[in-house]
């Protein structure tokens, strides 16, 4: 097998590799004690993440990368939510999220879920993203969204996630639910 030598590449497969695997697996167990652990973290703690699986030949963190947590009461939602830096390539992560419903129904008593907020190809004709999930180690795909952006992740997220939520409560609740969790 030849080794990898594109900076480029190294980048690429990288990010989809920390974005995809490295952070889900973190909250994959225990999701609430994970976003527990978050809150008394600083960003230090992911810059240190992405270096540890990094190739010895990728520069430190690239610029972007960051996580807040936002803790939606009216939706029942605790959300850690990592901004990555620019996708180079399609499949990329934007943004991720994981999402811990924090309302009990039939069925969904912390239920969790992984969301990914993808490049499209280089050439699309306007950005757009492919809103994706992990649940059960299967990455499912739930169409395109524009534009591409923090709000616009958030709202498709929650969208799914508390389909009867009231979006105007929860546009003001994004604004001031930022930390602590």
Request: glycine share 6%; hydrophobic share 45%.
């Amino acid at each position: 097998m030849t080794p990898l030598n594109d900076p480029d590449e190294l980048r690429e497969i990288h990010h989809y590799g920390f974005a995809h695997h490295r952070l889900p697996g973190v909250f994959r167990e225990e999701p609430a004690a994970a976003m527990l652990a978050m809150s008394l973290m600083d960003q230090d703690w992911l810059r240190e993440l992405w270096q540890e699986d990094a190739p010895e030949r990728l520069e430190n963190p690239p610029d972007g990368l960051a996580f807040e947590l936002l803790v939606l009461p009216a939706a029942g939602l605790s959300i850690a939510l990592f901004t990555l830096p620019e996708p180079w390539f399609a499949t990329g992560a934007h943004f991720t999220a994981a999402v811990l419903v924090r309302r009990c129904g039939p069925g969904q008593c912390d239920h969790y879920r992984y969301w990914t907020f993808e490049r499209t190809r280089e050439d699309s004709p306007q950005p757009e993203a492919v809103l994706g999930a992990w649940e059960d180690g299967s990455h499912l795909n739930y169409g395109l969204i524009s534009p591409v952006s923090r709000a616009a992740f958030l709202k498709a997220v929650i969208a799914r996630m508390a389909p009867g939520a009231d979006p105007a409560g929860l546009n003001l609740e994004l604004r001031v639910a930022l930390r602590p969790f």
